[in-house]
Every structure is written in C-alpha cells, then in structure tokens.
C-alpha cells in the first residue's frame, strides 16, 4: 500500500489486494457463491480468484432463456455482477460489506448454448468506491457482453 502524508492527514493513495489468495480463501469464496439462493437458482460457479480478478461461469440451459431462445439479459447481468463483486473482494476484510452503486451492459451477441464465463476486474480501487470491469466470452472465446461497475464498501 502507498501512502502518503498531506496537511498532517494520514492518506491512503493506492489500494492493493491481497498479494495471493490462498487455496483455503478460494475454497470459502467458492462455498460462499454456492450457498446463495439466486446463484444456485442460476447454477454460478466461482472457477477462479486471484488478486483484483474474479471468474465465474454459467452453463446455458432451458431455464435461463428469455422467449426467443437466447440467455435472458437479466442473468447475464447477474453473472456479470456476481464475477465483479467477487473480484473487488479480493481487496476487502471477509466481513466487509459492499453494495453495486451502478451497472452498465452492453450486450453484444446472443448465447444459445455452452458455457457462459465472465472474468471481473478491478480497474480502480479507492478508499471506499472501486471500479471494476467484465467480460462474458462464450466457449470460442467470443465477446457475448461487456460491463462497467460501481462498488461501495457500506
């Protein structure tokens, strides 16, 4: 972390996450995401986390698809942040809360079937408001959504 002095005010200037993530904190995440209702609902999987970057994948089925066929936006939205906030955690105490300020999508080609995998990243962490991206790619590794978000610890 660097800091500095200002006017005799101790200033945090940069945040920096956990240097690794432990096996043992990647098994709790994992089982946190598991007990969610609506991430069950969904069937979310946390497949990766490390410092500032979390990863998490949906498998398409039956359920998730809004009337003409395609994933229903509202669960891409989910997916995309459930991955960022699971990546700005990597900056915060376990018990930390946080809430979403703000979330913008762009969709950018439907998802019929496979495998759904969003990485989040935190762009900008401050002292109380982070910044974090996502991707969603398909299993070709093709762009289907993209998202910009707003964090605030509570």
Not at 36 to 46: D, K, S
Not at 65 to 87: E, K, S
Not at 138 to 153: F, H, M, P
Request: hydrophobic share 40%; with cysteine; charged share 20%.
């Amino acid at each position: 972390m660097l800091n500095f002095n200002h006017a005799d005010n101790f200033v945090k200037f940069v945040m920096m996450p956990a240097p690794e993530i432990s096996e043992e904190i990647k098994e709790y995440a994992k089982n946190s995401l598991r007990s969610m209702p609506l991430a069950q609902l969904l069937g979310m999987e946390l497949i990766d986390l490390s410092p500032g970057k979390a990863v998490v994948k949906i498998e398409m089925r039956d359920e998730l698809r809004q009337p003409n066929g395609i994933l229903h936006g509202g669960v891409t939205a989910t997916l995309i942040d459930t991955a960022t906030a699971f990546a700005v955690r990597t900056y915060l105490e376990p018990k930390q809360p946080t809430a979403t300020i703000d979330l913008t999508i762009h969709y950018l080609r439907p998802h019929i079937s496979g495998t759904a995998t969003c990485t989040g990243r935190v762009l900008r962490p401050g002292k109380r408001i982070f910044t974090v991206s996502a991707d969603v790619v398909n299993d070709e590794g093709k762009l289907i959504a993209t998202g910009l978000s707003t964090y605030t610890k509570l």
